[in-house]
């Protein structure tokens, strides 16, 4: 399983972006997944996950309101959409799978991860 993340960029605060992730192979319809950002000097932290078929969604308060996460299995991606955007979300975004039925919001639930993206939000 790859998965390539994409899309970020320098924005204004206020500014809006939406990261996809392409995963390969064809169990991206099979496993929940998840996004988290990393922010220079600071721990990994999660900010999103979807289930399967994309009916739940959880988010990190940072994110609530703001974020939404989506997913499309026919086309293996996972999106994550990002409004009104600050510069406190400046980081690395990475998507990542998480294995069925671990934990939602712990890192160490997912097996598989991408890249990374960077978001740099300017105010």
């Known amino acids: 399983v790859q998965l390539q993340a994409s899309g970020g960029g320098l924005v204004q605060a206020g500014d809006s972006l939406r990261l996809s992730c392409a995963a390969s192979g064809r169990t991206f319809s099979a496993y929940p997944m998840g996004w988290f950002r990393q922010a220079a000097g600071k721990e990994r932290e999660f900010v999103a996950a979807?289930?399967?078929?994309?009916?739940?969604?959880y988010y990190a308060d940072s994110g609530k309101g703001r974020f939404a996460v989506s997913r499309d299995n026919a086309k293996n991606t996972l999106y994550l959409q990002m409004n009104n955007l600050k510069p406190e979300d400046t980081a690395v975004y990475y998507c990542?799978?998480?294995?069925?039925?671990?934990?939602?919001?712990?890192?160490?639930?997912?097996?598989?991860w991408g890249q990374g993206t960077q978001v740099t939000v300017s105010s």
């Open positions: 979807i289930s399967v078929s994309g009916a739940s969604t």
């Open positions: 990542a799978r998480r294995k069925t039925a671990y934990p939602t919001t712990d890192q160490l639930s997912y097996d598989y």
